[in-house]
């Protein structure tokens, strides 16, 4: 007999457990399930229920797995739903999660207004809190004519043995590379420039960690590796701990068209069909798309950019010329250039 339904049943029991805990031994007025850094998402939670009044239930994602598990699980719990709202500390998995059906569409007020660059189509969810996909060097090891200008600039056989990413089935990492598919073969339109981009950054034989985009920084700073894909919350953390680490934006179009330059990845909330506490998740979701809610966030050690409202005078500017990526679309081709990638690097 299989042990992997033994597995399924004590992860579940697991996270029943947690999030009874964080509703201080009551039934919980409300239930997030969570992949936003625990560190950055526990403060808002916190402060949500002092102002609310409600107790909410939290299950929070690994960093290894980011979002892909809590997708996972939403699919396990669809004809009885447990949660009510996903946060999510990207936008890729939860676009195939809203074309699976798994979220109610919200259309007033807040939702109603909300940016249509920072939410789904259908309003089936909504963007806020962006960080940017970025390359870590360590700086001491990397020369100043070796940067990349662009992201096929990784093919470049100097970085041979020196790249590290993280497992390219979860996260942020494997939305990144449907963004890139995506970008190359429906904006530059140059024929084979994606197959390219897989072969050249294969033959450079990437280290692939079984970690998240954290453990790329940490091997960057450990020197394990030279250069890194990550994301810029990671490599602000790294720094804060004394990490020799530094980030670049390479951008993703060589022409320097408009909108190709780097992809920005939103936190997003949704409400999920068939939620248990409703009215008490809209509320939620109001409260998360705040502005209030988003300058904390900013302020945080993640240092995201707020969207759909005034950025903080203290804060950075957004990146010069994001890339414009049809997320929807590049949540549909994700997992094929995951599967490209394994397929180039693999034995």
């Known amino acids: 007999m299989s042990f992997m339904p033994w597995v399924g049943a004590l992860r579940w029991l697991i996270g029943a457990a947690v999030i009874a805990l964080s509703a201080c031994g009551k039934s919980p007025d409300l239930i997030v399930y969570v992949s936003a850094d625990e560190q950055v998402a526990r403060p808002i939670i916190e402060s949500f229920e002092q102002e609310s009044g409600l107790t909410v239930g939290v299950r929070y994602d690994t960093e290894a797995t980011k ?3 809590l997708a996972s699980l939403l699919r396990a719990e669809r004809e009885r739903p447990r949660a009510d709202v996903l946060w999510s500390s990207e936008c890729f998995a939860v676009a195939q999660l809203a074309k699976e059906g798994a979220f109610e569409p ?48 990784l093919v470049r056989p100097w970085w041979k043995g020196r790249i590290v990413m993280a497992d390219p089935r979860f996260g942020t990492t494997r939305g990144h590379l449907g963004a890139m598919q995506s970008f190359f073969e429906r904006s530059l339109r140059i024929p084979g420039y994606w197959e390219a981009f897989v072969e050249g950054f294969a033959e450079n034989e990437p280290r692939l960690l079984t970690g998240g985009n954290a453990a790329v920084v940490e091997a960057v700073a450990r020197g394990e590796a030279d250069i890194g894909l990550t994301d810029t919350d990671d490599v602000l953390a790294a720094q804060a701990r004394g990490a020799k680490v530094v980030w670049i934006m390479p951008r993703h179009d060589p022409v320097a068209d408009p909108g190709g330059g780097t992809l920005l990845i939103p936190n997003t909330v949704a409400l999920i069909a068939g939620a248990p506490h409703r009215s008490n998740a809209i509320w939620f979701m109001e409260y998360m798309l705040s502005a209030g809610v988003q300058a904390r966030i900013a302020a945080s050690e993640s240092r995201n950019w707020p969207l759909g409202v005034e950025l903080p005078p203290d804060l950075d500017p957004l990146p010069d010329d994001p890339m414009r990526v049809d997320i929807q679309d590049a949540a549909d081709r994700m997992d094929a250039a995951v599967a490209d990638l394994i397929k180039a690097t693999g034995p």
């Open 67 to 69: 979002t892909t598990a």
């Open 106 to 153: 919200l259309d007033a007020g807040v939702f109603g207004e909300w940016p249509v660059n920072c939410r789904d189509r259908e309003r089936r969810w909504f963007g806020f809190s962006a960080r940017a996909r970025v390359l870590v060097i360590a700086p001491d090891r990397v020369k100043p004519e070796e940067l990349p200008d662009t992201w096929m600039d």
